[in-house]
């Protein structure tokens, strides 16, 4: 790289190194890197506070015309730093936890409207907020080393980010299986859903960003076919869930997490199925109470535009941090993230237990009057091609 | 002077344009940039919790059902601007719309959207049920009717005439749709009028058989939806001639068709192209002495034994003959939320493109206005807001009544569907004609869907009785209910005519602002105008009467006030039904913006009504303050119009493109994609 001067914005404080901005020299092109190798690049509250303030920034400089994002390391992001939030939440300091989730919303609906186009390359593990950062942008390049996952029902959570609107627009009713289950998907998959646009094997990446860099563009078109030059078709695996879309329409398609259950068991009553087999058995590990808000969140989801669903989800997310019903989320990062026992003691413990006036709870008006509804900045005038991505 | 410099201007920009290459010429200034609503509109209640109290039952189930259509490649989705909206291809032929309507039936049954129709009776998964059938008729009216057909009609006659082995033996592969059912009740000469059909069945003791035929032309079953191409069985309603003796208006099951084709005896033709519900392949069928075993007689109102004796429990024709209709009660409630949905859409559609359309300057040179910002085009669509509001209360206080049902209840679900069904279809066909021309040119185009869907939804006047012939039934029972209070000297009770108990109300000779924006003058004026109807009808009625006319005829040539108070009746009770609602509102914000689309409905009523003006319920000076208020109130409800349709329970993919970016969806690009 011999040609582009790398210039570090500051080096001073730990808040600037955890974001990288590359600025080549006659380009209109920024390169936001993710710097937190060690964490996989979890977005801590200070990473999105400096997002934020660069997407907000470079969407006003007519000197910017793409954003290029991705991570430093094994992995393009692997989530939002939520066990600094369950710290804050054993401590007592819940509302501290919604802050982060508020800002990390917040950036995700600017991402969803953005003006300019964000070229995501998520060259390794892309997990929840990771998802939230990337997918919502225009472009999502993925590589032969692409893991994508929504693992939140394994956590006490629900996908959120901005997921009940992505995950609702995917072909059928894949997104209720990514969703639900937290399966993992490669970059082969995650192109044929929809997740990805483009597929670009690694060793080609550095030449797809050194053309980028030359482009002096916002037109998708272009940057869509500049891009097209360097992607492949992908083979999908022999073994992949999108072989058995059909499956997934069946069951996952049905009214309720129990109906799903039971059609899934149904489809291996007389012959066995590996796959499915492991689909019910992630289910029955995930928190109850979480597969419950998640169906209804993907399928609210699915009738609302980007802004309402953010909006949505930061009430339920709240209503998750105050813990009324259950504390499904503190538990789950416990066992998963702190004590790593990988044994969540789930509290409702089963689907029966959970009522409809209890998920109704998570959706309902927060009452708390510190709370305030996600105030999303006014976007006026945006191209139609910054408001439907996915 | 001024217009000359702009023509010159003009004149000078087309000469003077070396290339007219689009990107300068047709994106700079003068055009119109579209400006989505929901950033320059602000309202202050919860849309939520208006949904809630609008759809009143069943959210989640009703999104659930939203989000498997527009999963479906079956439900024909496009994009448009940027959106993707889902409605059927109405271009395609009437035998492909039929076709595709019986795969999205399939679909949804595939994944269990049927599943306890007819298996797990219950209030609760009969409000479920209601809510799907508003859900399933906001895509599709045929594919609702269709659907009703299999479930109400069909399964409904055979839940409600049958018995037990009737039920074990045709719910299941009904719900199943194993077996795919039609109800032929109307004839060619007979339709509302079910009590004059003239198809006849006989028995037959030696074989233990029914005869169906079908004696002459005006007998042909018409219009029976399903007949043409798709169902497997029949209810036929038949007269029932035993040993000579015609014992009334009975129903019977019978095969059609068998593995695709026609059975023996049965002769079934095409009712052809209609002005809408294509997707519906209605037909007409003739038996020509069709046998059917005698099981086959739905029992659960009288019976023949095996050797041709005529039982049945209930003595009088006329009873037996009613509860022959109960399915029919069904069909009422559902054509009648349907309609309040239909009305949704086409004022969410027209009111969301009079929030972006502008047209005409009120200053030379002056940015043109909004069309929503024009007073009368506000007088056009808010009134109709206000009314739509109030009916899907009412609708709602409908479906509740009906699943809470008891043989109590059933005179009163009876009048009340019968009243809500005439009056809710009326008003969706009057909304959506003034939704089309709200639209301008917009709305004739079918993609933009008001205007289509007057014709989709114009049958609902007509089916499940005619609109005119319920409403009188509306006053008789009335008349009937009146006379059976003034005879035993008892005061009334039921149809909420309890007011008339009360002393007459009194209407001030200065209506302010304040008197006539509360809820109390407003529940006067209606109970004074019902109240007096009622005594006029009643003495005009006796009045013929005592002049040698028979009770029917009386009631005929009383038709003027018969109708009045069919109307009187319905406007009161729809107008408590919003009362009501209203009360279980603490929000303020909410209850602030109800509080102001009561009114309007309340003094719409007034102002359009002209029987309060007529029998001088209301004085000029009374009416002329009426007529004033509306205006106001049209001013202060034009702050949440955004917010009124947005909470209406439409997705957007349900709406259409001009409610959305048009420009967009217009553009040259999008022509080329």
């Known amino acids: ?390 | 002077m001024n217009r000359a410099i702009q023509r010159t201007q003009i004149l000078n920009g087309h000469l003077l344009s070396s290339s007219p290459s689009q990107s300068s010429s047709l994106s700079q200034k003068p055009c119109l940039n579209y400006n989505p609503p929901e950033l320059t509109e602000s309202y202050e209640f919860d849309l939520g919790e208006m949904r809630k109290l609008l759809d009143g039952h069943n959210l989640e189930d009703r999104d659930w059902l939203f989000g498997l259509m527009l999963q479906s490649r079956l439900f024909n989705p496009r994009e448009r601007g940027g959106k993707v909206f889902v409605s059927p291809d109405y271009n395609q032929s009437m035998e492909q719309q039929r076709e595709m309507t019986m795969k999205r039936i399939q679909y949804l049954a595939e994944r269990g959207v049927f599943t306890g129709w007819l298996t797990s009776r219950g209030i609760e998964s009969e409000l479920r049920m209601l809510a799907f059938i508003d859900v399933l008729a906001i895509f599709d009216h045929s594919l609702s009717v269709k659907i009703g057909v299999q479930f109400f009609l069909w399964g409904g006659a055979i839940e409600f005439f049958g018995t037990k082995s009737h039920h074990d033996k045709w719910l299941r592969d009904t719900e199943n749709y194993v077996i795919n059912g039609c109800f032929a009740m109307s004839e060619l000469g007979h339709g509302s009028n079910v009590r004059g059909i003239e198809t006849v069945t006989t028995y037959d003791t030696k074989r233990e058989e029914f005869v169906i035929s079908t004696p002459c032309e005006s007998a042909q079953k018409y219009w029976i939806g399903g007949a043409a191409n798709h169902t497997t069985h029949t209810v036929v309603f038949s007269q029932l001639n035993i040993n000579g003796r015609n014992q009334g208006v009975h129903a019977f099951i019978a095969q059609i068709r068998d593995a695709g084709n026609l059975c023996p005896n049965i002769r079934i033709a095409d009712c052809g192209h209609k002005i809408g519900l294509n997707g519906v392949d209605n037909g007409r069928i003739w038996f020509d002495n069709v046998r059917i075993p005698r099981e086959n007689l739905l029992n659960s109102v009288a019976d023949v034994t095996p050797d041709g004796k005529y039982m049945s429990a209930i003595k009088d024709p006329d009873q037996r003959f009613t509860a022959f209709l109960a399915p029919l009660t069904s069909g009422r409630v559902t054509i009648a939320s349907t309609a309040v949905y239909q009305s949704k859409i086409g004022l969410a559609i027209a009111i969301r493109y009079s929030l972006t359309r502008r047209a005409f300057s009120v200053t030379p040179n002056g940015p043109e206005v909004l069309l929503l910002d024009y007073p009368s085009h506000q007088r056009r669509l808010l009134p109709l807001l206000a009314k739509t509001y109030a009916m899907s209360f009412a609708a709602n206080y409908l479906k509740m009544i009906y699943v809470k049902r008891t043989p109590e209840s059933n005179k009163t679900i009876h009048v009340i569907s019968s009243a809500f069904k005439a009056v809710l279809t009326w008003h969706n066909m009057r909304t959506l004609q003034e939704c089309r021309e709200a639209c301008g040119g917009q709305g004739l185009k079918t993609e933009n869907r008001v205007g289509h869907l007057k014709a989709e939804y114009d049958v609902q006047s007509t089916f499940e009785g005619d609109n005119n012939v319920l409403m009188q039934q509306v006053s008789k029972a009335l008349l009937a209910q009146y006379i059976a209070a003034r005879k035993r000297n008892k005061p009334f009770q039921g149809f909420g005519l309890e007011h008339m108990n009360r002393p007459c109300p009194v209407i001030p000779s200065q209506l302010t602002s304040s008197v006539l924006r509360s809820s109390q003058f407003q529940t006067n004026a209606f109970c004074l105008r019902e109240r007096d109807l009622l005594n006029r009808f009643a003495a005009e009625v006796s009045q013929h009467q005592s002049k040698g006319e028979s009770k029917e005829n009386a009631f005929l040539l009383s038709y003027q006030l018969a109708d009045d108070l069919g109307r009187a009746f319905s406007d009161r009770s729809i107008f408590q039904t919003f009362i009501e609602a209203e009360a279980t509102v603490s929000d303020f914000p909410l209850k602030n913006v109800l509080g102001l689309l009561r009114s309007m409905y309340a003094l719409i009523c007034m102002e359009e009504e002209v029987a309060f003006l007529r029998y001088g319920y209301l004085s000029t000076n009374n009416a002329a303050a009426v007529r004033k208020e509306v205006t106001k109130l049209c001013s202060e409800l034009r702050p949440h119009a955004l917010g009124l349709v947005s909470s209406l329970g439409i997705p957007d993919a349900f709406l259409s493109p001009i409610a959305f970016n048009w420009v967009d969806v217009n553009s040259w690009s999008s022509v080329k994609n």
């Open chain 1, 1 to 390: 790289m011999g040609s582009l001067s790398l210039r570090l914005v500051s080096s001073r404080d730990q808040e600037e190194q955890e974001v990288v901005v590359e600025e080549k020299s006659s380009s209109f092109v920024r390169i936001l890197t993710l710097n937190r190798p060690k964490q996989l690049n979890a977005l801590s509250l200070q990473m999105i506070c400096r997002l934020w303030d660069l997407f907000l920034a470079y969407e006003q400089d007519p000197n910017v015309k793409i954003v290029i994002l991705k991570g430093k390391g094994r992995a393009f992001c692997a989530g939002g730093d939520v066990a600094s939030v369950v710290r804050d939440i054993n401590q007592g300091k819940w509302r501290s936890g919604a802050e982060f989730f508020r800002k990390e919303y917040m950036l995700n609906f600017v991402m969803a409207t953005y003006r300019k186009p964000q070229v995501s390359i998520l060259n390794g593990i892309v997990m929840g907020g990771g998802a939230g950062a990337s997918i919502h942008g225009r472009f999502r390049v993925a590589t032969e080393n692409s893991v994508f996952a929504m693992p939140e029902t394994a956590l006490g959570l629900f996908p959120d980010v901005g997921a009940s609107y992505y995950l609702s627009r995917l072909p059928g009713f894949f997104g209720e299986y990514v969703g639900l289950t937290g399966t993992r998907l490669d970059g082969a998959e995650m192109l044929a859903c929809g997740l990805a646009t483009h597929f670009v094997p690694s060793a080609r990446l550095s030449m797809l960003e050194a053309a980028l860099c030359k482009v002096n563009s916002t037109d998708p078109a272009i940057i869509s076919a500049i891009i097209d030059e360097y992607s492949q078709q992908p083979n999908i695996k022999e073994r992949s869930a999108y072989r058995r879309l059909d499956v997934i329409d069946r069951c996952f398609s049905r009214r309720t997490v129990e109906d799903i259950l039971y059609s899934l068991e149904r489809e291996v009553i007389d012959k066995e199925d590996e796959w499915i087999s492991a689909t019910i058995e992630s289910l029955k590990k995930a928190s109850p109470t979480s597969l419950k808000i998640s169906l209804r969140s993907i399928r609210e989801g699915r009738l609302q535009g980007v802004g309402q669903c953010l909006v949505r989800e930061y009430r339920m997310v709240y209503h998750v941090l105050q813990g009324e019903v259950s504390k499904d989320f503190s538990e789950g990062c416990r066992a998963i993230l702190i004590d790593k026992d990988k044994k969540p003691k789930w509290e409702p413990s089963n689907l029966e237990l959970i009522s409809d006036s209890m998920v109704d709870m998570y959706f309902s008006k927060v009452n708390d009057e510190e709370f305030e509804d996600l105030k999303l900045p006014a976007r006026s005038n945006l191209p139609v091609s910054a408001i439907a991505k996915l």
